[in-house]
């Protein structure tokens, strides 16, 4: 069974340049989350998407935006980067059905950006 | 607020040693606590805990919930060089998962 899928893996911008990464989850599964990683500041949620709607929302600039496609892959956008968009962006999938045994992340390996 | 914090931030210690991970939650709506292990890139699964005091183990690894003190630990009895990497917990609502910033463990041959 294949895994969570992220792509690009590493990318590099300039400031005020636009970005999309993509995620591509597990077969079956409906759910993906993204997150943003920085050092000392673990995993921030960024929001949520189940069956193409977005569920959840953390507390991010509208700058950061999602959407979810009926094949259930997601890409996440940010528009007009900064500096400190420097992170490492991970992107989990669950199946998420509501029962707590659906609850685990299956995380994807990231895809790192760089804005200079 | 929902929150996860974990402690300690960062631990070395030294091949054999046994440590134990902390993690607290204040998460409304509670359904689960999960640890996850992430050394270079994605994290890996380690436990999901919905019950209190029943301890889940997986070989070296041992992991506990006490929803009355909203806190888990996570122990790694004999630790070994492959046991160094961040240690995450969540808190996790439906749709929600609230992360600590991760317990960094160095293990020192």
């Known amino acids: 069974k294949a895994g969570v899928t992220q792509t690009p893996r590493y990318l590099i911008k300039t400031r005020g340049q636009q970005v999309t990464l993509s995620c591509s989850p597990i077969s079956g599964h409906r759910s993906v989350s993204w997150y943003q990683q920085t050092p000392g500041q673990g995993l921030q949620f960024l929001f949520e998407?189940?069956?193409?709607?977005?569920?959840n929302k953390g507390n991010f600039p509208g700058r950061f935006s999602g959407r979810q496609f009926s094949n259930s892959r997601s890409e996440m956008n940010v528009s007009t980067l900064e500096l400190g968009d420097s992170a490492l962006y991970l992107c989990?999938?669950?199946?998420?059905?509501?029962?707590?045994?659906?609850?685990?992340?299956?995380f994807g390996e990231g895809s790192r950006l760089t804005v200079l | 607020e929902d929150k996860v914090v974990q402690s300690p931030l960062s631990l070395v210690v030294h091949e054999g040693d046994t440590v134990t991970l902390n993690c607290s939650y204040e998460?409304?709506?509670?359904?689960?606590l999960l640890w996850y292990k992430q050394e270079k890139k994605a994290p890996t699964f380690l436990f999901m805990l919905t019950s209190s005091g029943i301890e889940k183990k997986s070989g070296r690894l041992s992991s506990i919930l006490d929803k009355k003190e909203l806190s888990s630990i996570l122990n790694i009895t004999a630790t070994q060089t492959g046991d160094s990497a961040i240690y995450l917990c969540a808190g996790a609502q439906v749709d929600q998962f609230y992360f600590g910033t991760g317990t960094s463990l160095t293990v020192i041959p």
């Open positions: 998407y189940f069956s193409e709607t977005q569920r």
């Open positions: 989990a999938s669950s199946l998420n059905t509501g029962g707590p045994e659906t609850g685990e992340l299956f």
């Open positions: 998460v409304t709506n509670f359904r689960s």
